[in-house]
């Protein structure tokens, strides 16, 4: 650790939070006060006395051959400290999260708009500003390879990575493909059994995660050689062992700590200015920070891939599901980043929570010149939910069927097999779930003649006093994964510490986890109290001198990390117990910590944990291992894949201006199956934030992407929900233990992302007997104007 | 860069005659995001905080004399009656906090299409003037129509700043529109001001981010002026029918001349321009009937 | 240049200002208070919001040099040192409105001054108020709960003390 002063390192310390709450209660945040008093430091807070501001010089071509890079003018400027190419990484000059396929800093080409080639650390950002602008490209600009089309016939169009470039990567433009075949896989022959066939095409725009805290972070070098990091991340080890080699550094040097992170949505699953800053700072001996405008963000990270889609249904007169066929093209992007693992999502979840004896699947991810795609919120599940699901509510057409009752016909639950072959062997209650958003009460109709205009599509623009609106409802189930998939061991360390301060016992948890705004470390407490009968609790900062946690993204962390901490909290309470037989001879083996004491369950209290500890610390580490999983076979795309399942199910009520095309949901209403709520303050929290993010999906989100370009860098254009656009969003929870996780947990964060968007566009639907085959849902599409 | 920090009207057009590519900022809220993003580098930054006139306004002689930096949430609290229309645009504002700091010389001054004001004061009449003045040669008006002349350009002088409004208190009925992809904080994807002269039997139109600049539809004007007259509708308020509302709308569409951008489409946008003008047109007419036949 | 202002009732002093600076930016990296926070630095989050000279305002689109000789109080400046956390500050804790926070310094200003000016708001009042400060954890629920809490506290507070 440096020795000197970061400014605003409160949440850099211990959090000391006190509370009788164990899990199943709702404890205060223990960075909530800190949080609402403006002490909490964000990575854009930290500020270094001497420290630079680290800006990148980016490309405005998608695709271009970078034929000189002149900084001899950016170099002079006073007070610019640095100027580096890719010519200065010391190490490796790639990196990836699965594929190391990307440059830090572009070598002889750009592959996508916004890709950095240069980086200056200066004394002010608006140095640092005015020295990019000094540096000197020369671009041999060439067409963007952007389209299916494009990228499927690259001796035509061109490589985006030439096949040569890496080594993993041999299949062209294709970043990584997984097909599906169950029972009978689609023939002719099986086509044949279906009365009823529906079919359509599909269209998911590019999403952002829109994170607001900007990407940030402080690199502060180190007299043995090394580099501190506090960053804003998701997954500080993968952080480390993708930027150690570029920095030439062992991993051990390289010592990042989590800063208070603005919301991550997958986002920060990738590196962004980490390596920059880091470099910087190698190169000066100064704390360099960086910190992403947000025209920058958007070129800074991954976002959502988008993806165009194909599927076919055919059922039964009755309305029983024969057969399922589907092909999911997803745009990665220039480099591969998590699209490989969203490629599995889309093949083995693409079929939805349903029952189908037979089923066909393709999936591919492409390379393009268009922004990099990959972790974002239910990825791969999301866009293939739009698409099952709007084929189930075309089938209930078809069939003259309600179309929740078509959906719970063929709703999977426990017992049942994926198409990958997998059974479902916990709860999967996708029929209740279904069943308890359409029992729900309804808001009140539609009364137009008592309107206030800010409850009205337009709201405050004043655009309708009544005219045009119509209602209408629409529903929606989807599944998703919880974990890391396919064979991947993606492991939790958690390390609990118990002793006495100040006459109290007092539990410390230490673990990498990135607190991102989901409320893990609440979690922790609850269950250092749970299982410690303690009340007081330390979080101790997450960094990388414990083993990693892993990511906090697909629902895991809960799961995870809560259950390394359980389990390192177990094993000390053990150690206190064998430390009692010990000292005490107990013979009991009904023993337990409760309330500050060893409580014998025949026995009652035996002693308190206070006597009982003395002067000793116990301080364990332990690992958790959610249990194995294997690939998907390439073929046929059958295998465990995937360590737990989690349902959310939507009923969506908007009105619609049907004549101007704007939309207001009045209500959304979200019924899920969390096996055990840990903290139901936090459940709650995070089914509605999902919510909301699926709602922006609906009918307002999307990159916008001309001939590899990117055209609404801002919080201008690109719009994400306001507090009037989000309706109340009444949540329905059921606790179904699953016997295979901590407590029966099952993660909750992403369910309700995948699985509220169609809700929405089927509501929109009914209220306008328009088609909606693409997302977001635009006013053009509404109005017969695009 | 300079920031300079004139504390009265004339030392602040003595700057500007000083510094004439100095940049004019009040609420900020076009400025500093040009600053703060890098789109703008100014010579200097011409502070107008501290001039007070700026944020005044009075009624003389039916006229709103409105300082160039009367904050938006100002004219929405304490003006909606004189200048309604105004007032409905400016709720549509940003924000809020945008709202307690921007003002109509802010837009004007930017001359944006898309600013929010603009179809709310070509709609309220042509005896609409902007009052600018500069060092060397003093004051002078430039009427509504004159004010706009490009894209994000305006007929001022470099050495010229804007000091007030001049704007007829309202003697009808007036609306505005305005279409956002969200229910909230949005810039213009197309707008529409209208207001009903009845004093001297006009309308007034303005049509906001559909073409290089905000515009009046005239021929939309002279359509319905020739309808209410010809048929005794100002004196009557009676209905106006389908036929003619329908009409106005077609006329409003035809008026604009947009473009696709990653706002909305040109399509789109000629569709909700009709749609607002009939829908405006109603709401003001059903108001105006009413005062009629409350009157009688 | 130099700026002087107040800042939460303190007189602050700032030199080798840029003059391109904003209020945002001197708060965060020349005064040492970073509670005001820079997610969008284009007025559309409002998570910079601060008082000045008593009205909320985007501190993102406030020029630094315009702030000279005025008052400015900040999210820091909220809760009292004797009476500790402000109501509004205390009810996004309670009711699970502080997500990963970011957004929570701009609300709680911009909450703080809708309950001076409207004591009792309405739900699309509070919509209304708040539709300049984008969150994108919570869903807004949470958010709503915590002002009609913070609402309901301070009209029970000011009943008791009558």
């Not at chain 1, 010519?87 to 592959?111: H, M, S």
């Not at chain 1, 009755?318 to 220039?334: E, M, Q, S, T």
């Not at chain 1, 390390?495 to 705004?517: K, Q, S, W």
Request: net charge negative; with cysteine; proline share 6%.
């Amino acid at each position: 650790m440096s020795t000197r002063t970061i400014q605003g390192q409160k949440n850099l310390q211990d959090i000391r939070t006190g509370s009788p709450d164990g899990i199943g209660g709702s404890p205060l945040r223990p960075d909530g006060t800190l949080k609402v008093k403006g002490e909490f430091a964000y990575s854009s807070d930290l500020w270094h006395e001497d420290m630079l501001w680290g800006m990148a010089l980016r490309s405005p071509h998608p695709r271009a051959n970078i034929l000189s890079v002149d900084i001899s003018e950016a170099v002079k400027t006073p007070g610019v400290y640095a100027v580096l190419t890719h010519d200065d990484i010391p190490g490796a000059k790639f990196y990836g999260l699965e594929i190391q396929d990307q440059p830090a800093l572009a070598k002889d080409k750009v592959r996508y708009h916004g890709e950095a080639i240069a980086i200056v650390a200066a004394d002010h950002p608006e140095t640092a500003r005015r020295a990019v602008k000094k540096i000197k490209v020369e671009y041999e600009v060439l067409t963007p390879i952007v389209t299916e089309e494009q990228c499927l016939n690259p001796e035509v169009y061109g490589y985006v990575h030439e096949p040569h470039e890496f080594k993993s990567h041999g299949h062209g433009n294709i970043c990584h493909s997984q097909k599906l075949v169950s029972g009978l896989g689609v023939t002719d022959e099986v086509r044949a059994m279906a009365d009823v066939i529906v079919k359509g095409e599909y269209e998911v725009g590019m999403q952002d995660q829109a994170f607001l805290g900007p990407e940030s972070g402080l690199a502060v070098p180190s007299e043995d050689g090394g580099m501190d990091l506090y960053v804003a991340t998701q997954w500080l080890h993968v952080d480390r062992q993708q930027i150690a080699p570029v920095l030439g550094i062992p991993e051990e040097k390289l010592r990042l700590t989590l800063a208070g992170v603005g919301g991550a949505f997958g986002g920060r699953e990738d590196l962004s200015m980490q390596i920059h800053a880091c470099l910087l700072a190698q190169r000066t001996g100064k704390p360099v920070k960086i910190v992403y405008a947000r025209d920058e963000s958007f070129f800074g990270h991954v976002h959502r891939h988008p993806a165009k889609m194909y599927y076919e249904h055919g059922a039964t007169r009755d309305g029983k599901l024969v057969y399922a066929d589907a092909r999911i093209v997803l745009d990665g992007g220039a480099y591969a980043s998590a699209s490989p693992a969203v490629v599995g999502n889309a093949a083995s979840l693409g079929h939805g929570p349903y029952v189908i004896p037979n089923v066909r699947m393709d999936a591919i991810a492409l390379y393009s010149n268009n922004p990099s795609c990959g972790a974002m919120r239910g990825f791969g599940a999301v866009q293939a939910c739009f698409g099952y699901e709007t084929q189930m509510d075309k089938l209930a057409v078809a069939l003259d069927m309600d179309p929740v009752e078509l959906r719970q016909l063929n709703a999977m639950s426990e017992g049942d097999y994926m198409p990958t072959g997998q059974m479902i062997d916990s709860p999967a209650p996708v029929a209740e779930l279904l069943q308890r958003v359409k029992d729900m009460p309804l808001p009140p109709p539609l009364d137009l003649t008592n309107l206030d205009v800010r409850t009205l599509p337009g709201a405050l623009s004043n655009t309708t006093h009544g005219e045009g609106v119509v209602r209408g409802i629409g529903y929606s189930v989807g599944i998703k994964n919880v974990g890391f998939s396919e064979g991947f061991d993606d492991y939790s360390t958690a390390r609990v510490r118990l002793e006495v301060i100040g006459g109290e016992p007092v539990a410390m948890v230490h673990t990498a986890m990135a607190e991102v705004g989901q409320g893990g470390i609440t979690v922790h407490a609850q269950i250092a109290r749970t299982e410690l009968g303690v009340e007081q609790v330390t979080i101790h900062p997450a960094n990388t001198e414990v083993g990693s946690a892993g990511s906090t993204s697909a629902s895991r962390q809960t799961y995870m990390t809560g259950g390394a901490v359980k389990y390192a909290a177990e094993a000390v309470a053990q150690a206190l117990i064998e430390k009692g037989r010990k000292r005490y001879g107990w013979t009991h083996n009904d023993l337990s910590l409760i309330g500050g004491k060893v409580v014998s369950e025949s026995a009652g209290a035996l002693v308190s944990m206070v006597d009982l500890l003395g002067d000793d610390a116990i301080d364990l580490t332990r690992e958790h291992h959610h249990r194995p999983t294997v690939p998907f076979d390439k073929e046929t795309g059958q295998g465990f894949g995937h360590v737990q399942y989690t349902f959310c199910a939507n009923r969506a009520v908007v009105d619609v201006d049907v004549e101007l095309g704007l939309v207001k949901v009045v209500e959304l209403t979200a019924a899920q199956d969390v096996g055990k709520a840990l903290n139901p303050l936090s459940v709650v929290g995070q089914i509605q934030g999902g919510c909301t993010q699926a709602l922006g999906l609906a009918v307002m989100e999307e990159i916008i992407v001309k001939d590899g370009k990117v055209r609404n860098a801002s919080f201008t254009d690109y719009l994400i929900p306001t507090i009037l656009d989000v309706p109340p969003i009444p949540v329905d929870i059921l606790e179904l233990p699953d016997p295979n996780a901590p407590y029966g947990l099952r993660g909750v964060g992403e369910a309700p992302t995948v699985s509220a968007t169609p809700s929405i566009v089927a509501a929109i639907r009914q209220a306008t007997g328009i088609a909606l085959n693409r997302i977001p849902v635009r006013p053009e599409h509404l109005t017969g104007t695009l | 860069m300079e920031f300079l920090r004139p504390a009265t009207w004339d030392e602040a057009l003595a700057a500007k005659a000083e510094f004439p590519t100095a940049l004019p900022i009040s609420g900020g809220t076009d400025v500093m995001v040009e600053m703060n993003f890098d789109v703008h580098r100014p010579s200097a930054i011409l502070d107008l905080n501290r001039i007070t006139e700026l944020r005044q306004w009075e009624i003389t002689d039916g006229v709103v004399r409105l300082g160039a930096s009367v904050p938006y949430a100002r004219i929405i609290n304490e003006l909606s009656e004189p200048l309604p229309g105004l007032a409905l645009a400016a709720h549509t504002v940003g924000s809020p906090q945008i709202r307690n700091r921007g003002g109509v010389g802010g837009n004007l001054g930017g001359a944006s299409p898309a600013g929010d004001a603009h179809p709310a004061l070509l709609a309220a009449g042509r005896d609409v003037f902007v009052e600018v003045a500069s060092a060397a040669r003093g004051t002078r008006m430039i009427a509504i129509d004159d004010f706009y002349v490009g894209v994000k350009r305006n007929s001022m002088e470099k050495d010229e700043l804007i000091l007030r409004v001049h704007i007829p208190v309202a003697d009808g009925p007036q609306q505005f529109s305005k279409i956002g992809t969200r229910n909230a904080m949005v810039i213009a994807v197309c707008a529409f001001g209208f207001a009903l002269h009845p004093k001297n039997g006009t309308v007034g139109t303005g049509i906001g981010s559909a073409a290089p600049t905000p515009r009046r539809a005239v021929a939309a004007e002279e359509f319905l002026q020739g309808v209410l007259a010809e048929r005794g509708l100002w004196e009557s308020g009676d209905l106006l029918g389908a036929e003619v509302i329908q009409q106005f709308g077609e006329l409003v569409k035809a008026a604009a001349s947009p473009i696709d951008d990653v706002r909305g489409t040109a399509d789109y946008r000629r569709h909700s321009l009709a749609v607002m003008a009939r829908r405006t047109l109603t709401w003001t007419w059903n108001d105006y009937s009413k005062q009629i036949r409350s009157a009688a | 240049m130099r700026v002087t202002f107040t800042a939460n009732g303190k007189p602050v002093e700032a030199d080798d200002v840029w003059e391109g600076e904003s209020l945002l930016y001197v708060l965060r990296e020349r005064v040492g208070l970073p509670g005001s926070k820079n997610a969008c630095e284009q007025g559309e989050c409002g998570s910079c919001t601060v008082y000045l000279d008593g009205v909320p305002v985007c501190s993102c689109l406030v020029a630094a040099g315009q702030v000279q000789d005025r008052e400015v109080r900040t999210v820091e400046g909220l809760a009292n040192e004797e009476t500790g956390l402000d109501p509004v500050q205390q009810a996004f804790i309670d009711a699970g409105a502080v997500q990963c926070g970011f957004c929570t310094p701009g609300l709680l200003v911009q909450t703080h001054d809708l309950l001076e000016r409207e004591p009792q708001p309405s739900d699309t009042d509070i919509r209304e108020a708040l539709s300049g400060n984008l969150c994108r954890c919570t869903g807004y629920e949470k958010i709503m709960d915590a002002v009609r809490l913070a609402s309901a506290r301070k009209c029970q507070k000011v009943g008791t003390s009558e």
